[in-house]
């Protein structure tokens, strides 16, 4: 007779990674204490375990580094690009070679599963840098003209819900180019970027290069405000980079912004409907949802919506939700409570409004912050969970008739991130993708990135790509 | 020869493919670079920046989705147009600029050697900054450059025509549509241009121009918030700061002045106008399926 | 638990009403997107199956095997040398689970009945001019029925490629319902697809709903004998297959992934993809098989590491 095939905790070791209790800011080469002397915990958000405490940037604090990397542009920027990319490349394999700690250590920090830290970010990141690397010597052939020059000092916002890949999205071609960093991690999620240091020092990386800035918000604007920052890179929410956008203006100073989303993900009738199914699962439930370009809008045709709800409820139940650090776990823990509130809210919001919950059964840990994979039905463009970035693992589902409905709900947002397109009719992908105003349409496939490959939103999704050579423009004078 | 009164012309604006005049019912005396009156010209409110927006999206969709051979002939015939009305327009840049009837030609020449020049652009933008991104998975991945939007263009000041288009060219060969704010105190080339783009095949509301005071019609038109670009070529340090922090409420892409003494608008324009106002869309589609043949499916 | 009832039964009896229906159908199938079957696949092959779920896969997969040997070599010996291992396959250690049954060709049948019996162990036989199936229908009957007096519990016939690949449907379609006639209800049916000739996944995944149509008792990949034969991709694409079709029809169907799968790694594998995408109801012989040989061994040599902590060697485990 049939039985039932338990998988046993299968966790990944914690002993590869070793947290010291408490850390400095990353300034000129060297670990500081904070001017202001404050410091900030940082949590497990699986367990709500304190890891380590961190020196939180002030002001004075980011005086400091924009100095020392002011200071240290005029060697690295006159560095022949040959030698600024065998950094590059050393810190890639650096990170190469311990990317089974930085995973587990992103892991615990960041709370999303060893599965996905392990077999997506920490092989971006590393490729990353391996890809920039190979930039830095052939700038003059990148098509930005004979020679051209890197800004200066760039000061570099990242977000918690890729703390390392997004660090390396900023910083790889940032050197690449020429120019020095300022880079401040998010406040839950500092730890990687401090290891990141760490290899920094290993790879020999001239002191100044890169300064690594733990701390809030308000070390961030005093990042963007910095009379000698000459670049400002931002990714995170649409309202602080608008924000952002305010502080730059009448400066000189060039700003890349990656904001929020409200991605689309189209099912057409003809779609290969069980790859389909796993595409709105890693679309919206990779990284808990917790994805600027997620799939949050399922736009299913009519015709099948009751097939693939069908489909999709079966998949979620298979979802495995519990410790990041088991490799068989599927769903990990929210970032922060902060955030677990948030998609409290708008999920509570969205029922109030009429919209039809729907979670499979599921347990959730008794600590730390979790949420349930859920779904809304009966979603209309009116609803706010249709139309607010939701940041987490909830999806709405709405219909359409025909291809042009389609495309009108997917592009009526003020977001224009990524898009889904699930059809085997290719001339119809290229007609849905040439219409939809997002900056990354995945057809029959979903949140997939490469370094190569240039990412960035239309709209009030931001400006400026990262990646590919259309990565190298932020950060050069042209 | 008896002296003949000339005729005069009336002074209106291009919204839309239409010439109204301004919905205030408001003009502004134009004088030449000595003073003398030249013409009175529409001066518009924020409801005819509303109208121009209302205009410039609807025209999008189609002027986007034209092929890039298309917008190429159309511009060229914008070229051909200028050149067969030189003679107008070097009179309204002299005496717009203060300029001998001989240097105002060689401006004239060199904006429809422009206009040319951007014509040809239009199908081979996509080639330079897009293509392919040899990505490490069984995946097609193309990259291209797609109209931004609608895009207001503040018209530089000083030059009234070179200038003018040398930031209007630009927005639309890369299939914008745009909101042009004239020269505040030199509008008549602007809107005369408007005269030739409604006889060039150009559809209308891909170019609309707008003629008044600068700070009064881009105030409304960098808060848009169907705006998607805007162009502060023709805007002071002050403005410009102002206008940008508008901007960022619905994220603009914002072009800013170039510093005074770095403006030439003889120079090699480069692609940066073009890059400026074009998105990068990224797709990505699976390469399977080619069936199991031995090692693989 | 729903059982396997005769193909005219069910709720798609009007699909097979003509050939043009029958080809409607198949082709209205959803396509499958080769890139996303093979990632799900891989991703769910990262699964990490320790201690006991090991201990549990490990048994259970041993009891899922089809031990096979299908070589023009065979011999009576070689063949009761297999039955013997087929039901005690480790002889050190008796709690180890028999297979689900023996292979062999239709000539071996009746020797293979003798050294199983008494046993649960099942006896399959290949038949319809296996591997090739390139033979009249009247021969491949014969070949059944000479498999099914010899006593065989199980028929794993060939499909007929050319027919399939020829758009012949309907054709490859009676050929299975004279067969499942033939093995009436004494006889469990495989049908084998040889995935690698139909080379492709949308192939695969009409061939899976014909075979299903016409009343296979299991879906089967490959014969083992051409160059790609069971993969995780192919697998997962005819669970979705068996899934679908007891959702539409009540009727549940077994998959047997045959030929290439050698390791306990590979197997648990497979037991995943059964897991988490047909579910717990196929986690069974009677609904899931593995057509093998060297992998029974692997399994027995991890089955002892488990229970003493050791690594085994070949050695410790017998050849036949």
Redesign the interface.
Known sequence: ??????????PESRAVVDIAPSYGLFIDGEFVEAAEGKVFKTVSPATEEVLAEIAQAGEADVDRAVKAAHKAFEKWSALPGAERAKYLFRIARIIQERSRELAVLETLDNGKPI?ETR?ADLPLVA?HFFYYAGWADKLDHA?YGANPRPLGVAGQVIPWNFPLLMLAWKIAPALATGNTVVLKPAETTPLSALFFADICRQAGLPKGVVNILPGYGDAGAAVVAHPDVNKVAFTGS?AV???I??TV??T?KKVT?E?GGKGANIVFD??????AV??IVNGIFFNQGQVCCAGSRLLVQESIQDELLDSLKRRLS?LRLGDPLD??TDIGAINSEEQLTRITSLVEQGEAEGAERWSPACELPESGYWFAPTLFTNVTQAHTVARDEIFGPVLSVLTFRTPDEAVAKANNT?YGLSAGIWT?KGSR?LAV?NK?R????????FN?F?P?????G???S??G?EG?R?GLEAYLD? | MSDRLSVFKTYKLYVGGKFPRSESGRVYEVTDSKGSWLANAPQSSRKDARDAVVAARKAFGGWAGATAYNRGQILYRVAEMLEGRKAQFVREVADAEGLSKSKAAEQVDATIDRWVWYAGWTDKIAQVVGGGNPVAGPFFNLSSPEPTGVVAVLAPQDSSFLGLVSVVAPVIATGNTAVVVASEKSPLPALSLGEVLATSDLPGGVVNVLSGRTAEIATPLAAHQDVNAIDLAGADDVLAKELEIAAADNLKRVLRPQPVDEVDWSADPGIDRMTGFLETKTVWHPTGSLGASGSSY | MPTNASAAAHALTDVTASDSTLRRFLHGLPGVDAVGLEGRAASLGTRSIKTTAKAYAIDLAISMVDLTTLEGADTPGKVRALGAKAVHPDPTDRTTPATAAVCVYPDMVATAKEAVAGSTVKVASVATSFPAGRAPLTVKLADVREAMAAGADEIDMVIDRGAFLAGNYMKVYDEIVAVKSACGTSARLKVIFETGELSTYDNIRRASWLGMLAGADFIKTSTGKVAVNATPANTLLMLEAVRDFRAQTGIQVGVKPAGGIRTSKDAIKFLVLVNETAGEDWLDNHWFRFGASSLLNDLLMQRQKLATGRYSGPDYVTVD
């Open positions: 007779m049939a039985s039932v095939f338990e998988y046993a905790p299968a599965k077999d490729a098509g649409t980079g608008k924000e956008a305010r203006a009448g000189r912004l904001l003809d779609a290969p409907i069980d790859q796993e595409g298979t490799k068989n003020p085997e992908i993708a939809l997002a900056g990354v349409v995945w057809s029959n496939t997939k490469d190569t490959s240039p990412f960035g239309y709209k009030e931001g400006f790509r590919g259309h042209v």
